[in-house]
């Protein structure tokens, strides 16, 4: 629960970590290592995911908010694009980086 609002993030480590009901609205959380992260409840709308170090242990489950996200480059696990293509808020262009949400998780349509 806290709050990363706006915040230059670029290299940041959240390996490990439970971030469950934090705010990364317009962050920029490129080149991040989230290695075995838990994000439930979290919001990432607007924010910059670029090039983010996930593993296989990464949870995006219950993530609040990716409207307007741009996750260009990062590898994530079949099942975790599954899960946010098909959450209701993937959708929208990042206002940094003006790459539409879906396109950048490589979603089907």
């Not at 607007?46 to 480059?73: C, H, L, P, Q």
Request: with cysteine.
């Amino acid at each position: 629960d806290t709050d990363f609002r706006g915040a230059n993030l670029v290299g940041a480590s959240f390996f490990d970590a439970t971030v469950d009901g934090s705010d990364f609205e317009g962050a920029d959380m490129s080149l991040c290592n989230v290695e075995m992260a838990q994000f439930k409840r979290a919001n990432l709308k607007n924010a910059v995911v670029r090039e983010m170090y996930v593993s296989g242990a990464t949870i995006f489950e219950g993530v609040k908010d990716i409207e307007g996200s741009d996750w260009s480059d990062t590898e994530l696990r079949r099942d975790q694009k599954k899960y946010l293509c098909e959450h209701p808020t993937a959708k929208g262009t990042n206002p940094t980086t003006g790459v539409d949400t879906r396109e950048s998780l490589m979603c089907l349509d």
